[in-house]
């Protein structure tokens, strides 16, 4: 079974790129200190080995990325000057920045490229047609190259033009990175080594009742912790004092539970509690049924975490998406930090999204020991979720005789 077709796309390894123009698609949409400095580059180190690919094989690499939301007008905090020097400082050679992305100085600037040349340029958001896929900004943009990759995976559930429209006006295949993205989790979630184990947590429940439905069709136990989780509790009768509860969830919620796949879901039995929503405040731990008014569960307890730990230390394959509680806080780090370290040294297949899970790992020092961080944030939820992701469909698909080689 092939998940969403994963194995279906050209990439940029089926390709002759010999002194062509190649739109790369990146996602250099990093985080911004108060400042203006990178605050992290891992979307900029990402794309590396794709664009060392094509350079290796002689094409001119000319690069389109966004950054932030500058709402389709020029912002200058929002330029993509500061990541080309990154870039190059990352790469160890000369790249060129081009002040715009259409027109006739990056018609010239992408015209006078020799084969290794790689250009930046400006961010494609400046331009209103960008985020409403409008068909003659793509046709600007596919003027300037000759074949399209695309290796923004965190941007494959965008309808722009950058994304989807430019792939049905020039030969388009994936990039490395979501060559890797779709592969490492087309497999797991298409024939996963079981048990799979699902772990769900975060604040809102809203934002990934379609993950939540879909996961529970493939994985043997969906953990849940977090707010999340403190909406089945409040689903099942729980009175949780003054803990966050998704209270529109509920009624969701407790269907789910009665149905087959709901048995699946592993929930808390114990609780971190705290009489405020500080750092400072008085903590203790109570069964899940045990929380007093004016008490809030702000971690997931001792006993959920072994019960939790067992499941994931048999897995074979464990997903990982959201915090278990308020890990910022030290006194409500401890689910959290035990659910990384536990997903880390699992001997299965380990798979990370989300960025505050991202970060838990990263604060640990363990984020070499999974298998596979994500990128791709709305794109990874959506991916999960069974949504097929709009810049992903509009690439070029193998051929039979190519198909029959894999």
Known sequence: MSFQGFDTKKTVRDINVKGKRVLVRVDFNVPLTSDLKIADDTRIQASVPTVRYLRDRGAKVILISHLGRPKGEIDPKYSLKICAKRFSQILGEEILFCPETVGDVAKAFTQVMAPGDIVVLENVRFYPGEEKNDPEFAAKLAELGDIYVNDAFGACHRYHASMEGIAHLLPAVAGLLVEKELVI??????????????????????????????LLTMVDNLLIGGAMGNTFMAAKGYDLGKSLVNTSNVEWAKELLSTENGKKLVLPVDYVVADSFDENAKTKVVAADKVLAGWMALDIGPETIKIF???IKDARTVFWNGPMGVFEMAPFSNGTREMALMVATTGGTSIIGGGDTIAALESEGLSHRVN???????????????????????????DKSEMEEI
């Open 372 to 398: 596979h961080i994500s990128t791709g944030g709305g794109s990874t939820l959506e991916f999960l979720e069974g949504i097929e992701l709009p810049a992903i469909k509009a690439l070029d698909s193998k």
């Open 185 to 214: 989790m087309g497999k797991a979630l298409s024939n996963p080594d079981r048990p799979f184990i699902g772990i769900m947590g975060g604040i809102k429940v809203s934002d990934k009742i379609g993950v939540i439905q879909n």
């Open 309 to 311: 730990g067992k499941k």
